[in-house]
């Protein structure tokens, strides 16, 4: 899913909190948040990226096929995590822009608390700046129509593209293999 460009410029403010930070600049980091457009990418996630997926739904006119391979035993990812995070360079296979292991910020958030970068259980309750660049992994072809739960069927992906394509294949959707693009 492609992300206005205020989203992807806002992605160098973190960076530059997690530079600050590295420097032990800890109230420098608070004060970029604070002035960071953190509840704006909170609320464009959840009025377009993780909607985005029955958007699609709708416009396709169709649900996802019936499984074309028995289902995988194995659904669950994690152990692949960082492997292909370093394998796709931190990025998002479908879109490009960064994705960062959750690992990044649970430790950010232990070092700035949680008013400066909030990790709840809810999407009002976390950071705009996670739900936009934390990293997950994406089944290409999906796990629900038997895509194995292996480093040839696992990307890097972020969570505005994963609603986005939820259980179609890419061909469903018409756009290019992500093992197909350049990193």
């Not at 806002?10 to 457009?37: D, H, R």
């Not at 509840?39 to 993780?50: G, L, V």
């Not at 958030?109 to 934390?134: C, D, I």
């Not at 394509?165 to 093992?179: D, H, M, R």
Request: net charge positive; hydrophobic share 35%.
């Amino acid at each position: 899913m492609t992300k206005p460009r205020w989203i992807v410029e806002a992605y160098q403010v973190f960076e530059e909190v997690l530079k600050l930070m590295a420097a032990e600049k800890i109230e420098n980091a608070k004060s970029l948040l604070e002035n960071s457009p953190d509840e704006h990418m909170r609320i464009w996630f959840d009025d377009h990226a993780q909607n985005s997926g029955v958007w699609r739904y709708k416009a396709l006119g169709r649900s996802t096929p019936e499984p074309i391979l028995p289902l995988d035993p194995v659904k669950s990812f994690k152990k692949y995590e960082p492997s292909i995070f370093v394998r796709d360079n931190f990025q998002c296979r479908y879109c490009s822009n960064p994705a960062i292991p959750k690992k990044i910020f649970r430790d950010a958030h232990k070092q700035l608390g949680s008013e400066a970068l909030p990790l709840g259980k809810t999407n009002r309750t976390r950071s705009g700046f996670y739900l936009m660049f934390v990293a997950t992994l994406d089944h290409v072809l999906p796990w629900s129509l038997g895509g194995r739960t292996n480093e040839s069927n696992l990307v890097t992906c972020c969570w505005s593209c994963n609603y986005g394509k939820a259980n179609y294949t890419v061909e469903q959707l018409g756009i290019t293999n992500p093992f197909e693009r350049n990193k």
